[in-house]
Every structure is written in C-alpha cells, then in structure tokens.
Nanobody, 123 residues
Framework: QAQLVESGGGLVQTGGSLRLSCAASGRTFSRYAMAWFRQAPGEEREFVAVISWSGVYKYYADFLEGRFIISKDNAKNMMYLQMNNLKPEDTAVYYC????????????????WGQGTQVTVSS
C-alpha cells in the first residue's frame, strides 16, 4: 500500500527556518513527481512547490519569493521542503503529494497524498 508520511513541522518564530520531510513507502516513488501543498485554517488547500521525478525540474508558487527550496532523494524515497525566513502567514498544515506526471503548475491533480504536518509561525 502506497503511503506518504510528512514530518518536521512545529512551532517557529518569524524569520526562522524549518525543514519538512516526506517519506514515501509501499511503491517506488523515484519515478514520481512530488509536491508540497498547504492549508491554513479556514482556507482552501494551495500549491506550494513541485519537483520532477529526477529532481532536475522544480516549480514554485509565486508567493514564496524564493524562501522555500524543494528537493528529493530518490535513493531514500524522500522529499524535503526547506523553509527559510518564515512568516506568520506561512502557518498551515503542509501536505506532500505524488503523481506520475510532472505538472509545473498549481494543480491538485495528484494520485497520492499524505496526512499533513502542522507548521506554526509565531509573530
């Protein structure tokens, strides 16, 4: 059974950093594009970033302003999101997702989803 499990969330002050991890199991996700999404309280889930299966291609949401970096380690079946210069508006539950197709756009069309990890940025 394919499964994605996020970790690394927590409470951080404004301007701080966190690194989220997404562990994939149950199938070989090395040939899958993987992405991060987030959902703040009372808001719809929104796209954050996506990385191609090889890790060569990446696409980010415009609002990130270069603060986040997505990466992938196929040997470990892991994906990461390095989040720097965090702001209170980054507070959300962060989800990872995977799909066989790499789509450099803000789309929800992903086959597999994790359960999410909470990130809270205090002001």
């Amino acid at each position: 059974q394919a499964q994605l499990v996020e970790s690394g969330g927590g409470l951080v002050q404004t301007g701080g950093s966190l690194r989220l991890s997404c562990a994939a199991s149950g199938r070989t996700f090395s040939r899958y594009a993987m992405a991060w999404f987030r959902q703040a309280p009372g808001e719809e889930r929104e796209f954050v970033a996506v990385i191609s299966w090889s890790g060569v291609y990446k696409y980010y949401a415009d609002f990130l302003e270069g603060r986040f970096i997505i990466s992938k380690d196929n040997a470990k079946n892991m994906m990461y999101l390095q989040m720097n210069n965090l702001k209170p508006e980054d507070t959300a539950v962060y989800y990872c997702a995977a799909d066989q197709t790499y789509r450099p756009e803000a789309t929800m069309m992903y086959e597999y989803w994790g359960q999410g990890t909470q990130v809270t940025v205090s002001s």
